[in-house]
């Protein structure tokens, strides 16, 4: 999958919640608990194992998850990290 250029990627993030963090986009998201918390990262690992695409996940602060998404083998974003950020975002306002 090629690698979006610059112009593309800030297309796709206008509007979202989602923030350019180099080669990659972030998101962080903050739920009621901890318990909360790991369930979304259970519903994220979910979705990126059907995906065959696997973002950085980080739990801090009892209630925060960070996902951070990027293509590494393009060595920075496709189509692929949109796709699953969208997901994402579904799953992340089930919480």
Same mark, same amino acid.
């Not at 901890?34 to 979304?40: D, P, S, V, W």
């Given at each position: 999958?090629? $690698?979006?250029?610059?112009?593309? !990627?800030?297309q796709r993030l206008s509007g979202s919640d989602w923030t350019r963090d180099g080669d990659a986009i972030v998101r962080e998201t903050e739920v009621a608990d901890?318990? /909360?918390? #790991?369930?979304?990262v259970? $519903? !994220?690992? *979910?979705l990126a194992e059907a995906a065959n695409h696997h973002p950085d996940i980080l739990v801090h602060g009892w209630?925060? !998850?960070r996902l951070t998404l990027s293509t590494h083998?393009? +060595? +920075?974003?496709t189509? /692929? @990290?949109? *796709?699953?950020? /969208?997901?994402? @975002?579904?799953? #992340? /306002? +089930?919480?």
């Open positions: 999958m090629p $690698r979006l250029n610059d112009e593309e !990627v800030a901890f318990a /909360a918390a #790991i369930a979304l259970n $519903r !994220v690992a *979910a209630n925060k !998850v083998s393009e +060595g +920075g974003l189509e /692929a @990290d949109f *796709a699953l950020a /969208a997901q994402l @975002d579904a799953a #992340i /306002a +089930g919480v």
